[in-house]
C-alpha cells in the first residue's frame, strides 16, 4: 500500500514539475516576444523620427 501511495505522489510531483515547466516557458515566451515588439517599435520610432528631421528646415 505504502508503496503505491509513494508512485501516485511521485506521478503527481512529476505531473505538478511539467504544469510549472510550461507555465514558465510559455512566460519565457511572451517576455521574448514583448523584447522583439519593443525593439522592432524603437527602429520604426527612430526611421520616424529621421524623416520628420529632414523635413523640417
Known amino acids: 500500500m ?27 515566451l511572451l517576455l521574448e516576444l514583448a523584447r522583439v515588439i519593443l525593439l522592432l517599435f524603437g527602429l520604426v520610432l527612430r526611421v520616424f523620427l529621421a524623416f520628420v528631421r529632414a523635413g523640417t528646415p
Do not use: Q
Open 2 to 28: 505504502r508503496k503505491v501511495f509513494s508512485t501516485i505522489g511521485y506521478g503527481f510531483l512529476g505531473f505538478l514539475k511539467g504544469i510549472v515547466w510550461l507555465i514558465l516557458n510559455l512566460l519565457k
